[in-house]
């Protein structure tokens, strides 16, 4: 099956500094998403991103398919950025039906 | 509108018991997806149900059913249970599925302790 993997797999960041997340996937994909996970457990979709970059506030992230990779960047942290971040890319199998599988996370902790 | 809700949230049980799990997506969404959570194999694809019918599968035992109803809620069940059942059980909601690029949203998750 595909391999999801993510780096680096801590962070730890003094509020106000930046950050990147890579997320490398092992064969070609047409449903990438990115999720934090907050402290209590859930999950929050922060991006659709197949390919191409998109913007949401202090967050953006861009998906090179050809490359098979994608990034998320966090500029400006705050302490409620801390959490696990996942990439989830979506595998088809032999029901012709695609999953999700998500890579191992980046836990980033972002001190005040 | 409101978004995943999933119950109970936190449950504790003994090995050999079974134990359900509810989720109801957000309105009009037809696929719920639910995955498992463990610190050591992290996040793992248990089943899809979309309009009542189990569409894709994980890797795990029998053990491990779903269902889905006509509002589109969805059960899961764990029958016999097994002290490394204990983890996150996460259910994920879109209009059509991964199959077709859907954005998913999670439910904030049951943690089932099996002691």
């Known amino acids: 099956g595909i391999q999801v993997e993510q780096s680096p797999p801590d962070l730890i960041l003094q509020e106000g500094a930046n950050s990147t997340l890579r997320c490398n996937f092992s064969?070609?994909?047409?449903?990438l998403q990115w999720f934090h996970q907050n402290p209590w457990g859930q999950l929050i979709n922060l991006f659709y991103?197949?390919?191409g970059t998109k913007q949401n506030g202090r967050l953006s992230a861009t998906t090179v398919a050809t490359e098979r990779y994608s990034l998320l960047y966090i500029s400006s942290s705050q302490t409620t950025d801390s959490g696990v971040y996942f990439c989830?890319?979506?595998?088809?199998?032999?029901?012709?039906?695609?999953?999700?599988?998500f890579g191992t996370g980046t836990r980033l902790l972002v001190s005040p | 509108k409101a978004g995943v809700t999933q119950t109970p949230r936190y449950l504790i049980k003994t090995r050999g018991q079974q134990v359900t799990l509810s989720c109801s997506p957000i309105?009009?969404?037809?696929?719920v997806s639910w995955y498992q959570q463990t610190p050591g194999q992290g996040l793992q694809f248990l089943f899809e149900y979309f309009s009542e019918t189990q569409r894709n599968k994980g890797n795990f035992p029998g053990r491990f059913s779903g269902r889905q109803f006509s509002n589109s809620r969805s059960e899961m069940n764990v029958s016999t249970l097994e002290l490394g059942d204990s983890a996150l059980y996460l259910c994920?909601?879109?209009?059509?599925?991964?199959?077709?690029?859907?954005?998913?949203?999670f439910g904030e998750g049951s943690w089932l302790t099996v002691v």
């Open positions: 989830a890319v979506a595998e088809r199998d032999d029901t012709g039906f695609q999953k999700l599988v």
């Open positions: 064969d070609s994909v047409n449903n």
């Open positions: 309105s009009g969404h037809r696929s």
């Open positions: 991103i197949p390919s």
């Open positions: 994920a909601s879109s209009f059509a599925g991964p199959s077709y690029g859907n954005t998913i949203y």
